[in-house]
């Protein structure tokens, strides 16, 4: 069985060949395709990784809104033509020629042709490629056999009790029970620090860099 870096690679590589069948292109070398989905691979986490760190910073890493998402795409340079900010903020107006310039490849003819190159024999019923695939080689119709792998669902065990704590049911909220205690923690020994020793003057001034140290510490 392939790894899941090749095994990934696989699958999106018939994702870039209809994205270059879709632009003119109907012919390539296996070097030049696998550069390609490289890149499509790098750039989609990328986007990603930027997406999640603008939702954390948001105050909301669980679910990404399309706010976060679209901070991301400016970020990676996919919403040009834009002015800088300071130039709209002096304009008084909002430079979206590059939202209005995405949203018009969104729903235009081009990102419709690549739709329904995806399309397997024509089956309209498949949104995409690997869905299409599946439900033909399937005798049933159904994904059942696909249950329990990578391209399936998986199976439904329940909470996942955490050993030595009978409250936490899950990974997530023994990362918020650690993120809480480390924080408490770090919350009284700053307390201690900032407390003014006998024979130093100035203790609080003094304390500001071993507090930003423990920030820094905390973050890391």
Not at 194 to 210: A, K, Q, R, Y
């Given at each position: 069985?392939?790894?899941?870096?090749?095994?990934?690679?696989?699958?999106?590589?018939?994702?870039?060949?209809?994205?270059?069948?879709?632009?003119?292109?109907?012919?390539?070398r296996p070097a030049v395709?696998?550069?390609?989905?490289?890149?499509?691979?790098?750039?989609?986490?990328?986007?990603?990784?930027?997406?999640?760190?603008?939702?954390?910073?948001?105050?909301?890493?669980?679910?990404?809104?399309?706010?976060?998402?679209?901070?991301?795409?400016?970020?990676?340079?996919?919403?040009?033509?834009?002015?800088?900010?300071?130039?709209?903020?002096?304009?008084?107006?909002?430079?979206?020629?590059?939202?209005?310039?995405?949203?018009?490849?969104?729903?235009?003819?081009?990102?419709?042709?690549?739709?329904?190159?995806?399309?397997?024999?024509?089956?309209?019923?498949?949104?995409?490629?690997?869905?299409?695939?599946?439900?033909?080689?399937?005798?049933?119709?159904?994904?059942?056999?696909?249950?329990?792998?990578?391209?399936?669902?998986?199976?439904?065990?329940?909470?996942?009790?955490?050993?030595?704590?009978?409250?936490?049911?899950?990974?997530?909220?023994?990362?918020?029970?650690?993120?809480?205690?480390?924080?408490?923690?770090?919350?009284?020994?700053?307390?201690?620090?900032?407390?003014?020793?006998?024979?130093?003057?100035?203790?609080?001034?003094?304390?500001?860099?071993?507090?930003?140290?423990?920030?820094?510490?905390?973050?890391?």
């Amino acid at each position: 069985m392939a790894s899941p870096p090749a095994f990934y690679h696989a699958l999106l590589r018939p994702v870039v060949l209809q994205i270059l069948r879709a632009t003119g292109y109907y012919a390539c070398r296996p070097a030049v395709l696998d550069t390609f989905t490289d890149l499509a691979a790098r750039y989609l986490y990328m986007l990603a990784e930027k997406t999640a760190n603008h939702a954390a910073d948001n105050e909301h890493a669980e679910l990404p809104s399309v706010v976060d998402l679209r901070m991301a795409l400016q970020d990676v340079a996919a919403l040009l033509p834009e002015r800088v900010l300071t130039d709209q903020e002096y304009v008084g107006v909002e430079d979206t020629r590059g939202m209005d310039e995405f949203l018009a490849w969104f729903s235009g003819p081009r990102n419709k042709l690549i739709k329904d190159y995806a399309a397997v024999d024509g089956d309209p019923d498949a949104t995409d490629y690997l869905s299409a695939l599946k439900k033909k080689h399937s005798k049933t119709g159904e994904d059942s056999k696909y249950h329990s792998t990578i391209l399936g669902k998986g199976n439904d065990q329940g909470d996942i009790l955490v050993e030595g704590a009978e409250v936490l049911t899950s990974i997530e909220s023994w990362e918020r029970s650690v993120r809480g205690s480390s924080g408490d923690e770090s919350d009284e020994s700053n307390a201690r620090e900032g407390e003014p020793e006998p024979g130093t003057p100035s203790s609080v001034l003094s304390s500001v860099g071993d507090r930003i140290a423990d920030v820094e510490m905390e973050l890391s």
